[in-house]
């Protein structure tokens, strides 16, 4: 399963890992990376410490290709931007901002750029300023999410881009890389999937919560801040949404996520922000990343296979015709 997003990677497999805040860290990204996917170490919020020690730690799993993401809303953005070339990652992903700042940096040391897009106005927007590729993530995804659902948003940025396109959220298995393939994406991103595998340090009562979720389990909250964000129903969310009903102003709001991560990473998944995309309903293993990649690209190559077939049964039924 050879695309341009592969060659320009250097991986083996069009399957990118998504960088979760506070989840994704280096024995994930080293694991993803390892079994010929793209391992992403998630740094927003991260001090430059435990980003050297994640990076070293995925170095340790594997030679092969891993990345950083770094969000541009962050306080920290400019020094985790500099240790991106200081550690010699392959690539950079990007979130909640322009990497324009960035970009000559990155390029002159040979990293490649493909920052997260919700529209085809900003993939274009990437590529005029020398991204490498773009992720286009759906609505339908974990965490922070824009309005265009994955479906709509896909072929709408390969419509408007000549760069490899990466499709994004509600990718669960082959079933949907085939769809984002067919779509126009040349590789896949998946964040969710990854949540439950082995090597994800995530707390044991995350895991539960998404290996228990049905397709109805997901809610946006924040929309009223401007910073929409999907997460399994619990009572924080629940919460959320009675001041969002409440709430006159967007500044009355302000705070309402304050340390709702930090208190889901810890394992109370009642009264944290427990980030899933509207897939984690077809999440019912656990498993390894090895496993989730190797099945994943079998079941696509074997749905595209048997997708070629009807085609041809039906052209040469309209051929009898």
Not at 122 to 140: P, S
Request: with cysteine.
């Amino acid at each position: 399963m050879k695309t341009r997003i592969t060659e320009l990677l250097g991986i083996e497999y069009p399957v990118v890992q998504g960088a979760m805040a506070r989840i994704a860290d280096g024995g994930l990204a080293g694991a993803v990376s390892e079994a010929g996917g793209l391992g992403i170490i998630a740094c927003g919020g991260a001090r430059p410490e435990w980003i050297r020690d994640q990076v070293a730690r995925a170095r340790a799993l594997t030679s092969k290709p891993i990345g950083m993401n770094v969000m541009l809303m962050d306080p920290r953005a400019d020094e985790v931007a500099e240790l991106v070339v200081e550690l010699g990652v392959e690539v950079v992903t990007t979130g909640a901002g322009s990497p324009a700042n960035y970009m000559k940096a990155w390029k002159e040391a040979g990293v490649k750029v493909v920052p997260v897009v919700a529209s085809s106005a900003l993939a274009a927007r990437m590529e005029r300023l020398g991204a490498d590729a773009v992720v286009a993530e759906g609505t339908e995804a974990g965490g922070h999410i824009g309005e265009l659902t994955t479906m709509a948003l896909i072929p709408a940025v390969c419509e408007k881009v000549s760069i490899p396109v990466i499709g994004a959220g509600g990718i669960v298995d082959g079933r949907g890389m085939l769809a984002a393939f067919a779509l126009g994406a040349e590789g896949v991103q998946c964040g969710t999937r990854f949540l439950t595998v082995e090597e994800c340090g995530v707390h044991e009562a995350w895991k539960e919560k998404v290996l228990a979720a049905k397709d109805s389990d997901t809610i946006v909250t924040g929309r009223g801040t401007g910073h929409p964000v999907r997460g399994l129903k619990n009572k924080f969310a629940r919460e959320c949404r009675k001041m969002e009903l409440a709430a006159q102003s967007g500044e009355e709001l302000e705070g309402m996520y304050a340390g709702s991560l930090a208190r889901a990473v810890a394992g109370d998944v009642e009264n944290g922000s427990v980030m899933a995309g509207q897939v984690a309903a077809l999440v019912t293993e656990r498993g390894t990343a090895a496993g989730v990649i190797t099945e994943m690209v079998r079941e696509a190559e074997a749905l595209a296979g048997r997708s070629m077939e009807a085609l041809a049964a039906m052209n040469a039924q309209r051929e009898r015709a």
